[in-house]
Structures are given as structure tokens and as C-alpha cells.
T-cell receptor, first 109, second 116 residues
Framework: GENVEQHPSTLSVQEGDSAVIKCTYS??????FPWYKQELGKRPQLIID?????GEKKDQRIAVTLNKTAKHFSLHITETQPEDSAVYFCAASYNDMRFGAGTRLTVKP | EPEVTQTPSHQVTQMGQEVILRCVPISNHLYFYWYRQILGQKVEFLVSFYNNEISEKSEIFDDQFSVERPDGSNFTLKIRSTKLEDSAMYFC??????????????FGEGSRLTVL
């Protein structure tokens, strides 16, 4: 089955800086790559996703890039704010969705 | 906005007991999932369900687990003979964006299971 690796496991940035989280996947058939944000004690919530026919997608301060050849995709958050602090999970999906191990992002005011 | 709902929000059980976690997926969704998240760890896939049968299951989903859609709205996860290591948050999710089972997952709030 699909195996998703995510790095780093923790990331601390100053407010206003950018944050980048990277993921790799193993199954070349995967064609859907969402990113979820999970606040403490809450459910994962989708923040952005990308499909395999697209290389980059942006939504305000959040962008995702996908390199299908290399089987990796990344989340970019610009102008970080303290409320961006959370755990971020990448995922890859073909028949079922598998998640990375998560990145705990801390944005220091 | 439609939501996936789960009950109970928290269940405490004794080791060896059976538990049933219930989920009501979003009404027009066709794909249903259970995931597990042990405290502080990743979200782990357990099982996906489509057209009244399991479509995929992970290595975690062994004979101790079963799923059922007993009526047109509920989707249940049964855990038999619970073990301490079954303590986790169990998330139900559903999906249907017209692209089969590779669409956005909508998660419920989760059911926290504590096995003593």
C-alpha cells in the first residue's frame, strides 16, 4: 500500500516567516494529495489539496507544489501567524488515503 | 453545512469488552472510512467502505474489527475484545466529490476510546 513520509516532524518559525513542509509518497498511482490542519483535540480539516494533473496550487498564504516524477509534494505557508500553529498532515490517495506522520508547526509571536 | 457526526464522543471501557462506535456520514456521500489516531501520533487508515462492502483495509484492521452500515444513514465500527492499545481517537470520514474515492475527506469530530 501507499507509504507517505513527512518532514520535518516539528517546525518553529517567527511570525511573518515562511514555513515549508515536505512529503514523499511511494505509490505512483496516487493522484490526490491533500493537506490537513489539526488543532489540539480537534478533527483534521482540509486546508488545500492538489491533483496529479496540476503542479502547483495557491490559496492566499498557502501553496502546494507537486512533483510526480520525484513523488514528492510540499506545503508552503507564507507570512505565518500564531494561529497557523497546529499539526499539519499531508496525505496521498488512490484507493484509500494514507497520511504522513505530521508536522507540529509553532509560530512564535 | 452538512457534517459527519460521531457518537459517542468519549467511551471508557474495560479490557476485553466490545465497543461500537457510530457515525452518520454526509447524506449524499458514497465512500466511508474509519481512521485511528493514537494520542500524539499520525492519523492511521483502518478501512474504507463503498457499496455496502469493504473496499480497502489496512493491516491494523484485523478480525478484531468490523464495520457495518445497518441502515441508510449509520456507519459503525465494532471493536471486539478491546485491548489497552486500542485506546485512541477514532475518526469517521466520508467522501464523494464525483471523482470516486480520491476526493476530499470530511471528518467527524472523533470518538475517543479509553480502554482500562
Amino acid at each position: 500500500g501507499e507509504n507517505v513520509e513527512q518532514h520535518p516532524s516539528t517546525l518553529s518559525v517567527q511570525e511573518g516567516d515562511s514555513a515549508v513542509i515536505k512529503c514523499t509518497y511511494s505509490d505512483s498511482a496516487s493522484n490526490y494529495f491533500p493537506w490537513y490542519k489539526q488543532e489540539l483535540g480537534k478533527r483534521p480539516q482540509l486546508i488545500i489539496d492538489i491533483r496529479s494533473n496540476v503542479g502547483e496550487k495557491k490559496d492566499q498564504r498557502i501553496a502546494v507544489t507537486l512533483n510526480k516524477t520525484a513523488k514528492h509534494f510540499s506545503l508552503h505557508i507564507t507570512e505565518t501567524q500564531p494561529e497557523d500553529s497546529a499539526v499539519y498532515f499531508c496525505a496521498a490517495s488512490y484507493n484509500d488515503m494514507r497520511f504522513g506522520a505530521g508536522t507540529r508547526l509553532t509560530v512564535k509571536p | 453545512e452538512p457534517e459527519v457526526t460521531q457518537t459517542p464522543s468519549h467511551q471508557v471501557t474495560q479490557m476485553g469488552q466490545e465497543v461500537i462506535l457510530r457515525c452518520v456520514p454526509i447524506s449524499n456521500h458514497l465512500y466511508f472510512y474509519w481512521y485511528r489516531q493514537i494520542l500524539g501520533q499520525k492519523v492511521e487508515f483502518l478501512v474504507s467502505f463503498y457499496n455496502n462492502e469493504i473496499s480497502e483495509k489496512s493491516e491494523i484492521f484485523d478480525d478484531q474489527f468490523s464495520v457495518e452500515r445497518p441502515d441508510g444513514s449509520n456507519f459503525t465500527l465494532k471493536i471486539r475484545s478491546t485491548k489497552l492499545e486500542d485506546s485512541a481517537m477514532y475518526f469517521c470520514a466520508s467522501s464523494d466529490d464525483g471523482q470516486g474515492n480520491t476526493g476530499e475527506l470530511f471528518f467527524g469530530e472523533g470518538s475517543r476510546l479509553t480502554v482500562l
